[in-house]
């Protein structure tokens, strides 16, 4: 089986530049693409873009460059398009590959470890439709939101909750959310068809969990700032 790693981003964020930004001497987009660099599962490396500092970037790295189209690279265009023009472009670059690890550009929080542990998982059954990183945040609760009428009063978000429930996270169900550093999807799923669990439906719907810590999804200076705490602290430069 081939797998191969594919880094995503765009030039147009409200952030500027913000998958470039150096931190601690690197840009941002340097930890995610160096982890999976040096994951022994993958044989090639792809970076779609449509900006040239990214695609350069990456390059500097090992990854072969997919300029992707301005139609692809609005702030309302979906993941999903970028993903079938790139696995195209590669399939036209002779690779067909059967496990794409798609690697968010804009997240730091990731070890080379997470990666080959999520490809195997799928590697050992090939039925699974996709392996993504979560982390559980109760604090976020569905059962804890609202939802705002037109009056400007608030409401349930869960409409059809008939079980008490308790004011304590700890006491609630947990609750997880799609860690956004990378996902390892089977390619065959991507061509298919299947509609998969919303929103994320190019997932499938056997979709395996590999539960991390935390995430931090750079969108803002503060994020910055944690994002450099977390590298401080966990990242090796292999």
Sequence with gaps: MKTIALLTGRGNNTLKNK?????LGKPVLYY???SARHCSEITDWYCSSDDENILSAAEVIGYKRILRPKELSLPNSQHIEAIHHALIAIENDGLYPDICVVLLANNVTVKSQW???CILKMKNDMSITAVVPV???NDHHPLRAKSLNPDGSLA???KNVTDKISTNRQDLSK???LAHNFWVLNVNNLKSDNPGQQPWEFMGNKIIAYEIDTSIDI???IDLILAR???SINYTDY
């Design 219 to 221: 969108h803002n200076r």
């Design 175 to 177: 609750c997880y959310f």
């Design 229 to 231: 705490e977390w590298l």
């Design 115 to 117: 990666i080959t542990d």
């Design 156 to 158: 349930m978000y869960e």
């Design 135 to 137: 982390y559980e945040d």
């Design 32 to 34: 995610i693409a160096n």
């Design 19 to 23: 998958n470039i930004i150096d931190i």
